[in-house]
DNA sequence: AAGCCAATGTGACAAGAGTCACAGACTTTT
DNA sequence: AAAAGTCTGTGACTCTTGTCACATTGGCTT
């Protein structure tokens, strides 16, 4: 089997990545990696999608932000450097197999190969301003723009109007409670911009459209 | 003039970014970037501190952390290398003394200099962890809470218990009104955590003690 | 000293969000 | 079919924060 990444093309990086990684495949809702934890590889999605949360002492959580195939994840590449444990949370949110990357190598790589420095480069970047999306989403937004956009991301991300999920998950990931969900949906099942069931949120495709303002 | 920077010791790389880079000084107060400017320079901060923080678009502001004396911004390095404009604003705290380099020759660096490469990575590693305990405060912690935290932390950045500064300054970074800072800082000051006169807050001794506990 | 302006203090109110209690509704188990 | 468990809906209440209005204070200018 091939590795396909489309920001590694270079075949002798392809090539070494292909013989140093361990292949990992992590069913839905499966934790990848807890607070505390010491990493010891750093991962690239090949298939499939994480999400990377947050989390307080008291068990809050909060979502951060995804991470796709083709991509690594930033808080491994900082944490292994320095091997300290984890500081968030990573659930594959869709059946992901992932390739571990021993932390020496990386190290290597980042001498060896141009491309995997940039795509280390790249990581931090696009990771950094998801946090900064994510700040001002929680500073300066309110729960239903975030619960809206929330929906919308989540849609978009596992191709489907159709989510399957309680409102508890919901609203822990938004950092909140049940109730403020439930009625938060509530509303915007009023405005016809989503359909209630038991276990399911069903997008209507006026709201799906909506992502690109959202998003800005 | 020799470069003093804790971290980079080896007298090829001090001496590559002395004949490289260019010094500029800052005022207290001065701004540095702003949102949507361009970064043609990797700025490393030889004397004073930068404040750096997050605005939306309709003007409200949010401290972010500081970079002090020996760092660099993780945002610049990721903005250079895409040539992308800056998400983010800096201001000098205090008297700010910043070499510049080049990207170009970041870019080199990075291949030739392990201690450069290691700096950067330290660089990702610290803001990275500072931005999820931004999230942290923002998302978990309550003003009073976080206007504590500010204080304390503001002092020991300034090394004072005297700080300058009105109340709406204060608001402005917390991303909150003048008129709730008001009111939390009177508390505080019946709690005998401060003394508050005009353009001033008096951070009491009792109070600067409490950093370990509230920083972790 | 009078006037002015920025900074601060404070009461009153509104909005958003969190909590508690409890009632239904739907599923799964027995 | 009954029981048990999970999920959702909702009213009532509280807490925190944001906003408006206005009074007061301190310091500077003229």
Known sequence: MSIQLPLITDPLLQDEIERNGKIKVFEPGQTIIEPGQYIKMVPIILEGAVKVMRTDEEGHELFLYYIESGETCAVSLTCCSTSDPSDIKAVAEEKTTVIGVPVRKHEEWTNEFRQWKDFVAMTYQKRFQEMLKAIDDIA????????????????????????TMTHQQIASELGT????????LKQLEKRKLVELERNRVYVRDNLAGLLEDIDR
């Open 177 to 184: 409670s049940r109730e403020v969900i439930s009625r938060l």
């Open 140 to 163: 300066f937004k309110r729960m239903d723009e975030r619960l809206l956009k929330y929906l919308i991301v989540k849609s978009k991300q596992l191709n489907t109007l159709e989510l």
